[in-house]
C-alpha cells in the first residue's frame, strides 16, 4: 500500500524538551511538508522540501527544524524555543509539477 | 498577505440538500484551487482540484472556479450524513505553497 506514515499518532512531552515526529512516505514523491494546526484554524506551514539535502522555512519556522537526508523521509524536530508547541502536525507529500498534496495521520503533540 | 478566507459556519443542511461551501483568495496569482475534507480527528483528504474557469464535477461534487472574481465553490449535491466533515479550501500562488482557509464545518442532518 503507498502512503504518507507518521508515528507516534500521540506524543506528550514535558516543556523544554526537544521532541522529533516521524513522516516517512512511499509515493515516490519529490517534494515533503510539515503543517501545523491548531482547534478551529486552517494548516500553516513549518517547512517544507523539494529535493533530496535541501528544505526551506514556510511561514512559521522559528522554533522547528527538519532534515531531508533520504527522498522517503522527512523529520521534524519541535524545539524547546517553539512557545506553543501543543497542535496537531500534518506531514504531506506531492509530486513536483503537481501541487496536489496528500497528508499522513497525523500527530497530536501535547506539551505540558 | 495571502490569504483565504471561507464563509463562516456551521452549515446545517438536511439529508438530500444541495451544501454550498465558498472560498475567495487574494492572489491573483493563484494558479490552483483544492477542497479537501478532514473529519474530526483526522487529517485532510483531497477530494477536489480544480485549475480553470469553470465547473468540474467528480461524483456528488462539483467545484465551481471563477478567477476574475477569486472566487471558488463546492457544492455538494445530495449531501449525506457520512458528508459532515470540516471542508478547507487551499489555493496555490506563484510560490507554488498551499495557503488554507480556516474550514468551514458541515453537518448534514439524517
Known amino acids: 500500500d503507498g502512503g504518507i506514515t507518521q508515528s507516534p499518532k500521540y506524543l506528550f512531552r514535558k516543556e523544554g524538551q526537544n521532541v522529533t515526529l516521524s513522516c516517512e512516505q512511499n509515493l515516490n514523491h519529490d517534494a515533503m511538508y510539515w503543517y501545523r494546526q491548531d482547534p478551529g484554524q486552517g494548516l500553516r506551514l513549518i517547512y517544507y522540501s523539494q529535493i533530496v539535502n535541501d528544505f526551506q522555512k514556510g511561514d512559521i519556522a522559528e522554533g522547528y527544524s527538519v532534515s531531508r537526508e533520504k527522498k522517503e523521509s522527512f523529520p521534524l524536530t519541535v524545539t524547546s524555543a517553539q512557545k506553543n508547541p501543543t497542535a496537531f502536525y500534518l506531514c504531506?507529500?506531492?509530486?513536483?509539477?503537481?501541487?496536489?498534496?496528500?497528508f499522513g495521520p497525523g500527530t497530536r503533540l501535547t506539551v505540558t | 498577505q495571502k490569504e483565504v478566507e471561507q464563509n463562516s459556519g456551521p452549515l446545517s443542511v438536511p439529508e438530500g440538500a444541495i451544501a454550498s461551501l465558498n472560498c475567495t483568495y487574494s492572489?491573483?496569482?493563484?494558479?490552483?484551487f483544492f477542497w479537501y475534507r478532514q473529519y474530526s480527528g483526522k487529517s485532510p483528504e483531497l477530494i477536489m482540484s480544480i485549475y480553470s474557469n469553470g465547473d468540474k464535477e467528480d461524483g456528488r461534487f462539483t467545484a465551481q472556479l471563477n478567477k476574475a472574481s477569486q472566487y471558488v465553490s463546492l457544492l455538494n449535491r445530495d449531501s449525506q450524513p457520512s458528508d459532515s466533515a470540516t471542508y478547507l479550501c487551499?489555493?496555490?500562488?506563484?510560490?507554488?505553497?498551499?495557503?488554507f482557509g480556516s474550514g468551514t464545518q458541515l453537518t448534514v442532518l439524517p
Open positions: 492572489d491573483r496569482g493563484s494558479q490552483s
Open positions: 504531506a507529500s506531492s509530486s513536483l509539477g503537481w501541487n496536489e498534496q496528500y
Open positions: 487551499a489555493v496555490s500562488g506563484s510560490a507554488r505553497q498551499l495557503t
